[in-house]
């Protein structure tokens, strides 16, 4: 008959390749639970991104529009500015007064006032 002889560690051992088979399993879905994450965190820069390039499009060209209206309005009062000055010019000539003048006739003399 054999010699057979319980190995005393052999519960102990089993025992502790049963927690580093549990521990693992946990590290294994704590990592796939944070690789999860990371992929979500990834398409939500992602789609972030898109929108501020849009944003930016729409603001460069807001902006490129607000440079052509104020361009026109520079343009605009340039001109009225020009034409105020034209009608203060001739409808107040600098030499006008409150005293209406007489009109001299070529070939007359001015009366002088006595």
Known sequence: MLNWRRDPDYEQRVMQHEQRMLLHDQQMLLHEQRMKQLESDILRVRS?????????KLIEKETEQLRQEAEQLRRENAREKALSASIRQLCFPPESSSIPQTSIEPG???SLPS
């Open 108 to 110: 007359s003399t001015p």
């Open 48 to 56: 972030d991104s898109e929108r501020s390039k849009e944003r930016t």
